[in-house]
């Protein structure tokens, strides 16, 4: 019953590849959002979407970018992985009564 | 500067027993309230959520308790059960439509049988 899928769920990848994360939701909400989890930092938000084309930037933007061409797909793409990027990233949907519902996460290693 | 605050980043309880884990914010215009549980390499799952214009929301075991003039809200677990081992994360939004959560950093719950 999983409304919101995040692809891949692991990457490794290599300092300097781009790589774009994938998520996928079913409900045609119109906020989307991408945040990563770091130990001691709890959750932060990078990057979110108030509808196709309409984004704008959390508090950890630097370094990433988003994309929103249809409803149900928002990307996450760093142009230029670093080690500091490693992390697990997650990407959430919120609902008419302002709750938000996230994907079951990406592990991103960059070497 | 944290507006969300997890102070305690670890509690352990017995199964059975109450768990209570705090949250302090520091704004006031924040305006709703949400506890979201997280089990290793899975996403956070909403608990439950609360409105600045209530003071206490129940569901099942789950209780979310706001104090509103101390900026301070509370999940009471009860009875706690071994399932119920997780992080927690309390979040908040700030009031004025604003579309975001602001998250506090968690606290670990362990409920030992």
């Known amino acids: 019953d999983a409304g919101i899928t995040q692809s891949p769920r692991h990457k490794v990848t290599e300092t300097g590849t781009p790589v774009t994360l994938r998520c996928h939701q079913t409900e045609n909400h119109r906020y989307m959002y991408w945040y990563r989890q770091d130990p001691g930092h709890g959750l932060r938000l990078i990057h979110y979407?108030?509808?196709?084309?309409?984004?704008d930037k959390g508090e950890v933007s630097d370094g990433y970018s988003v994309s929103r061409s249809k409803t149900e797909d928002f990307l996450l793409t760093l142009e230029s992985a670093t080690s500091s990027q490693t992390s697990v990233y997650f990407c959430?949907?919120?609902?008419?009564?302002?709750?938000?519902?996230f994907g079951p996460g990406t592990r991103l290693t960059v070497l | 500067d944290q507006q969300v605050k997890q102070n305690s980043p670890s509690l352990s309880v017995q199964e059975g027993r109450i768990s209570i884990l705090n949250c302090d914010y520091t704004n006031s215009m924040f305006d709703y309230f949400l506890w979201y549980k997280k089990y290793p390499a899975e996403g956070p799952t909403f608990l439950i959520s609360i409105s600045s214009i209530k003071d206490k929301n129940e569901d099942g075991r789950f209780t979310v308790f706001l104090n509103k003039s101390a900026k301070h809200l509370s999940l009471h677990i009860v009875p706690s059960q071994p399932g119920d081992s997780a992080v927690y994360f309390c979040?908040?939004?700030?009031?004025?439509?604003?579309?975001?959560?602001?998250f506090g950093k968690g606290t670990k719950l362990t409920v030992n049988p």
């Open positions: 979407s108030y509808g196709v084309k309409d984004t």
């Open positions: 979040a908040g939004t700030l009031g004025g439509g604003s579309e975001k959560l602001v």
């Open positions: 959430a949907m919120r609902t008419e009564t302002d709750t938000q519902y």
